[in-house]
């Protein structure tokens, strides 16, 4: 896919638009002044800003946001997910249309292209998948990767055991026909090639990789682009992990900690482990983007590329990237 920013701010405009104007959605992006009441919409964005030097004749900036955890339902849905989304709304705010709408309003003013890593929604709702269509459109697509939550049905009595990749790998693929109906990419791997760099979207929602990721990526390097891969879980250090910790669990001091078990999941994985290790040594990888973490951090992965993790867009964050 070739991706120019005439599509993305035909659709990005164009696909607002039609939320705002179509009465069968949710109430797509509607404002509460109670939130820095003085400041602009877009002013309330957190933006980071990083910069990834490839040597391009012209560069550009792209937004890349992630985690916005839609919990939209329409009143004639199931009753336990009518309840589950009033339950999860909490959880997140429920200002997440509000600050997806401001960030594709921020992106429009200020940068060329968007880039979302996943967990667009918090779980499969037909409200929450046809805005998922609104947004990214019918054709025309933003860069877009699939995140852990775009998989989860929440059915009554449905329990995943998350410590069992192959029955992660299993629920997963009880999803796949109807995500790949709903988001307009490749939701397994996508290449978007904008201004010869190559993004590579991946789908790796639970951390791992497969071998036939390993096969499509090794296409993508054959191209001989410099590539960013964009994809919803990070590859963890020892230091994400620290810091993942501090967010998720208060009252943590650096001394306490020991990175190991949650490490060990991709580490222990050798499909994941080799391709990490290969990724290590790969000149043409210049950058990697994810979320899941829900704060912002960077690390550096290789001699050539940082890794960057983007805080939660439930939480109007973002990142600008500027590539020269
Ligand atoms: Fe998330």
Known sequence: MNLNRRDFLGLAAGGAGTIVATSALPAFGKDD???????????????????????????????????????????????????????????????????????????????????????????????????????????????????????????????????????????????????????????????TVIKGVNFVTMNQVCGFVTEKHVERFRAEVRKGLPIILCMHCPFFTEELVRASRK????????????????????????????????LKSEPLLKGILTGHMHLTASDRFSPTAMQYIVGGNFMFHGEEILFT
């Open 247 to 278: 967010y998720w669990q208060f009252n943590r001091k650096f001394a306490h900690d020991n990175a190991g078990p949650m490490c060990s999941w991709q580490w222990k994985d050798p499909v994941t482990r080799d391709f990490i290790a290969c």
């Open 33 to 191: 002044p109670s939130l820095f009441p003085k400041r602009g919409v877009v002013e309330r964005l957190a933006i980071a800003y990083h910069h990834i030097h490839i040597g391009l004749p012209q560069p550009f900036s792209v937004l890349h946001i992630s985690d916005t955890h839609l919990t939209a339902v329409y009143d004639d849905e199931p009753e336990y997910l009518v309840t589950f989304a009033k339950k999860r709304s909490k959880t997140f705010g429920g200002r997440q249309e509000e600050a997806l709408r401001d960030s594709l309003a921020w992106a429009r003013m200020n940068v060329d292209y968007v880039i979302h890593t996943g967990d667009l929604i918090d779980f499969q709702t037909r409200a929450n998948l046809d805005i998922v269509k609104k947004v990214f459109g019918e054709e025309k697509a933003l860069v877009g990767s699939m995140g852990n939550h775009e998989f989860q049905r929440r059915i009554p009595g449905e329990k995943v055991d998350e410590s069992s990749i192959a029955t992660l790998r299993q629920y997963g693929a009880l999803s796949m026909k109807l995500l790949a109906e709903t988001f307009p990419f490749d939701i397994s791997l996508q290449s």
